[in-house]
């Protein structure tokens, strides 16, 4: 079993398709998220629950929406949370997930993508070296290098010109609808637009923009109600239930001695 050292208990990655998360906190009852889950533990198998089923593995890939309960074991894990609608979850789905909800990575995935996190994840400090260490964590796993794998590598004008207007819009007031408006695009145009062009849905997006909004502005000392609110949250319990229904974690338990980038 690797030793590892970090001042924190969890040390969140904010993607704009994903979110990826080194902790040693885990330990949630039956839930269910929105995203693809891949986990692998770093010192010891993980013991997760799906539908009464007990399994213990170093590493797996978990569908969207399923009800399962992890056990942490105080050990350290690597998470990360991936939008199924985004082009690299659809990879995910198409190779390990068309006839079952769980799928455990082969030993040699196992290995390589511990290596990866211990002799990386830990240390970054920039943007650039986790794009770089993403892209290795998905070249593991079977993504085409050549896939159209992130919003940088499909950035036309006209989506160039649709992320601009989602960064002027104050985030308690973007919408699709508000978003719509400013580019003077219909509703279903601009969503079909920038689903072809970035690989996730904009509805999507937009609740991903705003959670990371408000992690955001937690992370640089603002209350959290009031984080919340400025993100286009109704109120901090909305704020809160969100979390817990994308994430499976409370904003609190994220929060705690954690240690935040955005990517």
Not at 59 to 86: A, K, R, T
Not at 202 to 223: D, M, Q, R, W
Request: hydrophobic fraction near 40%; charged fraction near 15%; glycine fraction near 4%.
């Amino acid at each position: 079993m690797p030793e590892i050292e970090c001042p924190y208990g969890l040390i969140l990655y904010f993607g704009s398709d994903h979110l990826s998360f080194l902790t040693n906190k885990v330990q949630a009852d039956n839930h269910s998220h929105n995203y693809i889950q891949l986990t692998i533990g770093l010192q010891q198998d993980v013991v997760i629950t799906v539908e009464e089923q007990a399994y213990r593995a170093s590493g797996f890939i978990l569908q969207s929406n399923v009800v399962h309960e992890l056990h942490g074991l105080g050990q350290w894990q690597w998470y990360m949370l991936v939008n199924p609608e985004s082009t690299f979850g659809e990879h995910l789905k198409r190779t390990y997930l068309q006839n079952s909800k769980m799928h455990v990575l082969s030993s040699i995935q196992i290995e390589a993508l511990q290596h990866l996190a211990i002799a990386q994840l830990f240390s970054i400090k920039d943007p650039d070296d986790y794009g770089s260490t993403w892209s290795t964590c998905k070249h593991i796993l079977g993504f085409p290098d050549n896939s159209l794998s992130n919003l940088q590598s499909v950035l036309d004008e006209r989506l160039h010109s649709i992320m601009q207007a989602i960064e002027t819009i104050p985030a308690h007031q973007l919408t699709v609808k508000t978003l719509s408006k400013k580019l003077f695009l219909s509703e279903s145009r601009l969503s079909h637009l920038f689903k072809n062009r970035a690989g996730i849905s904009l509805a999507s997006y937009l609740v991903h923009h705003k959670l990371e909004t408000a992690f955001h502005a937690i992370f640089n000392g603002k209350p959290m109600t009031e984080a919340a609110m400025d993100a286009g949250f109704n109120s901090s319990s909305h704020f809160s239930r969100t979390v817990r229904d994308k994430l499976g974690m409370t904003a609190r338990a994220i929060v705690q001695h954690s240690r935040y980038l955005k990517v």
